[in-house]
């Protein structure tokens, strides 16, 4: 096993990219812009700072923090460096997919901030990312070394700083700068001078990897930011704990805020404001919105090809299989569909609603008869679904005439529901103008009352089930370079009879 792992550190960096992957759709805005347009667009100026509404550590809080959680609040410095380096890998997943930016190269320093970028490309090797790691002054202690094995035990290469190439923007699409951090100060030695010099030179190019920097821009005070200006300009920074004072300096297009681990007490004492994190994510954007040139956002689609031969006869039958894929694969509301209506006057209205059911009869969802979209339905009885599964690059179209469920089925959907739900539904008169949330809130706690005692909830006259019964579907899988399989389901006559025929369309 040590003969693999030693074979694996040594690799050239030549042989590990013998088949590179292609090089990435550039994310910087306004591209066509010349280069000096599109620096001013993408950089502020340092008289501009990005001041957003969060607190700021200096150099002297940021270490008395990292005491204070290590002393007698009981972490370890290898939880806190689990938790960082995670926040640094979730924050690079949510800008950077692996679809498109999968080549990584992690530089990563001898201390603390190099510790977190060996577990940042551990994690990002299991979000399905290329991670090569440069580690030229590795530590001896065995916080370190267990880092380095568990990533040898992986696979993930390391290469010397000899084996890097001169031009680093053909060969990776993200670099993951953790070389220094908050307690650097002076000038960076060798080779970490020569490191950065190389990620600063590539920021003058028109195209060049994504930097991105853990806590410190490194080569950055830890206070004053760039030494005048200079220095590494990066794509994105993710602080760790609470944005450093030289973060002010930071205007490069993504911010992230990670290290979900700062207890009440020591917000309290620090005086921090602090974003909340979202649900149980790792990081949350902190900063201003990024500019985006829209036109320039795209993605490669990569998939398996949806052949003909492979598909079932019954496209009901092939909804199903994508469903349950779809719902296999985490999907939030894989029932989530687009219901798109027209009225009488045929003026199409759009919204997403919730199937309920679907069999070879059709496709069923619930609402208020007297909405919008009844009132469409009630005028023109037809209809379209749109389900879109985005991890799996699909979308599914049907469409056909609708009509009303029985009663018996509304009636018994109904009662299954949370009685929350029931009561909400007598409460919204859906679509109709209300003069404020409150009447709602009031009609519903009177409500809530009345039905305390757990009595059966009536459900309204107006209220219940719609079913479109298909006559056509398009099963849509996203492919490489637009070319993308379509293969349409439409019902056709059969010998009298009608019967789904499958075609396939150009994309």
Same mark, same amino acid.
Request: with cysteine; glycine share 8%.
């Given at each position: 096993?040590?003969?693999?792992?030693?074979?694996?550190?040594?690799?050239?960096?030549?042989?590990?990219? +013998?088949?590179?992957?292609?090089?990435?759709?550039?994310?910087?805005?306004? *591209?066509?812009?010349?280069?000096?347009?599109?620096?001013?667009? @993408?950089?502020?100026?340092?008289?501009?700072?990005?001041?957003?509404?969060?607190?700021?550590?200096? +150099?002297?809080?940021?270490? /008395?923090?990292?005491? @204070?959680?290590?002393?007698?609040? =009981?972490?370890?410095?290898?939880?806190?460096?689990?938790?960082? =380096?995670?926040? #640094?890998?979730?924050?690079?997943?949510?800008?950077?997919?692996?679809?498109?930016? $999968?080549?990584?190269?992690?530089?990563?320093?001898?201390?603390?901030?190099?510790? !977190?970028?060996?577990?940042?490309?551990?994690?990002?090797?299991?979000?399905?990312?290329? %991670?090569?790691?440069?580690?030229?002054?590795?530590?001896?202690?065995?916080?370190?070394?267990?880092?380095?094995?568990?990533?040898?035990?992986?696979?993930?290469?390391?290469?010397?700083?000899? !084996?890097?190439? /001169?031009?680093?923007?053909?060969?990776?699409?993200?670099?993951?700068?953790?070389?220094?951090?908050?307690?650097?100060?002076?000038?960076?030695?060798?080779?970490?001078?020569?490191?950065?010099? *190389?990620?600063?030179?590539?920021?003058?190019?028109?195209?060049?990897?994504?930097? #991105?920097?853990?806590?410190?821009? $490194?080569?950055?005070?830890?206070?004053?930011? =760039?030494?005048?200006?200079?220095?590494?300009? %990066?794509?994105?920074?993710?602080?760790?704990?609470?944005?450093?004072?030289?973060?002010?300096?930071?205007?490069?297009?993504?911010?992230?805020?990670?290290?979900?681990?700062?207890?009440?007490?020591?917000?309290?004492?620090?005086?921090?404001?602090?974003?909340?994190?979202?649900?149980?994510?790792?990081?949350?954007?902190?900063?201003? %919105?990024?500019?985006?040139?829209?036109?320039?956002?795209?993605?490669?689609?990569?998939?398996?090809?949806?052949?003909?031969?492979?598909?079932?006869?019954?496209?009901?039958? +092939?909804?199903?299989?994508?469903?349950?894929?779809?719902?296999?694969?985490?999907?939030?509301?894989?029932?989530?569909?687009?219901?798109?209506?027209?009225?009488?006057?045929?003026?199409?209205?759009?919204?997403? #609603?919730?199937?309920?059911?679907?069999?070879?009869?059709?496709?069923?969802?619930?609402?208020?008869?007297? $909405?919008?979209?009844?009132?469409?339905?009630?005028?023109?009885?037809?209809?379209?679904?749109?389900?879109?599964?985005?991890?799996?690059? *699909?979308?599914?179209?049907?469409?056909?005439?609708?009509?009303?469920?029985?009663?018996?089925?509304?009636?018994?959907?109904?009662?299954?529901?949370?009685?929350?739900?029931?009561?909400?539904?007598?409460?919204?008169?859906?679509?109709?103008?209300?003069?404020?949330?409150?009447?709602?809130?009031?009609?519903? /706690?009177?409500?809530?009352?009345?039905?305390?005692?757990?009595?059966?909830?009536?459900? %309204?006259?107006?209220? =219940?089930?719609?079913?479109?019964?298909?006559?056509?579907?398009?099963?849509?899988?996203? +492919?490489?370079?637009?070319?993308?399989?379509?293969?349409?389901?439409?019902?056709?006559?059969?010998?009298?009879?009608?019967?789904?025929?499958?075609?396939?369309?150009?994309?």
């Amino acid at each position: 096993m040590k003969n693999v792992m030693r074979r694996v550190t040594t690799m050239t960096f030549s042989s590990l990219l +013998q088949s590179p992957p292609p090089l990435p759709i550039s994310h910087r805005p306004f *591209r066509s812009l010349p280069l000096a347009t599109q620096r001013i667009l @993408t950089f502020c100026t340092k008289s501009k700072p990005n001041m957003a509404d969060f607190s700021y550590l200096s +150099q002297r809080e940021a270490a /008395e923090i990292d005491e @204070t959680l290590m002393g007698p609040l =009981g972490f370890t410095l290898d939880q806190l460096m689990e938790l960082a =380096g995670l926040s #640094v890998a979730t924050s690079i997943a949510e800008v950077y997919k692996p679809s498109e930016h $999968s080549r990584v190269l992690a530089i990563c320093g001898p201390g603390n901030n190099g510790g !977190d970028g060996l577990v940042a490309a551990r994690h990002l090797h299991h979000f399905g990312y290329k %991670p090569i790691i440069c580690y030229p002054k590795r530590t001896a202690k065995s916080l370190y070394t267990g880092l380095v094995t568990q990533l040898e035990s992986l696979s993930i290469p390391f290469v010397s700083v000899d !084996d890097l190439p /001169e031009d680093l923007s053909k060969d990776f699409d993200v670099i993951l700068d953790a070389i220094f951090g908050f307690s650097f100060h002076g000038a960076p030695r060798p080779p970490f001078d020569d490191l950065i010099r *190389r990620l600063v030179s590539l920021q003058m190019l028109q195209k060049h990897p994504s930097i #991105v920097s853990v806590d410190i821009p $490194s080569g950055w005070h830890v206070e004053e930011g =760039g030494h005048e200006g200079g220095g590494i300009k %990066p794509d994105m920074l993710v602080s760790l704990t609470a944005p450093k004072l030289c973060a002010k300096r930071f205007c490069g297009r993504h911010h992230f805020l990670g290290g979900r681990f700062v207890p009440p007490s020591v917000a309290e004492k620090y005086k921090l404001e602090l974003p909340s994190y979202p649900g149980t994510s790792m990081c949350v954007r902190i900063g201003k %919105p990024p500019i985006v040139d829209i036109s320039a956002m795209r993605v490669n689609y990569v998939s398996p090809e949806l052949l003909e031969e492979q598909v079932e006869t019954d496209p009901t039958l +092939q909804f199903r299989k994508w469903f349950d894929e779809a719902v296999a694969a985490g999907l939030r509301e894989t029932n989530a569909m687009a219901l798109s209506t027209t009225n009488k006057d045929r003026k199409p209205s759009s919204r997403m #609603v919730l199937l309920k059911g679907y069999d070879e009869n059709g496709f069923v969802w619930f609402t208020n008869y007297e $909405s919008k979209k009844g009132s469409d339905l009630s005028e023109n009885p037809c209809a379209a679904l749109l389900f879109y599964w985005e991890i799996l690059n *699909r979308q599914v179209r049907i469409e056909g005439p609708v009509e009303r469920i029985p009663e018996s089925e509304s009636e018994y959907y109904f009662h299954s529901r949370p009685r929350g739900s029931q009561i909400g539904a007598i409460v919204s008169k859906q679509s109709s103008v209300v003069p404020g949330r409150h009447v709602l809130y009031d009609e519903y /706690e009177e409500l809530t009352k009345k039905y305390s005692d757990g009595s059966v909830i009536p459900k %309204p006259e107006n209220w =219940g089930g719609f079913r479109l019964r298909p006559n056509l579907f398009e099963f849509w899988q996203g +492919q490489p370079s637009r070319l993308h399989d379509r293969l349409q389901y439409s019902l056709e006559d059969a010998n009298g009879k009608p019967a789904w025929k499958i075609h396939r369309l150009a994309p």
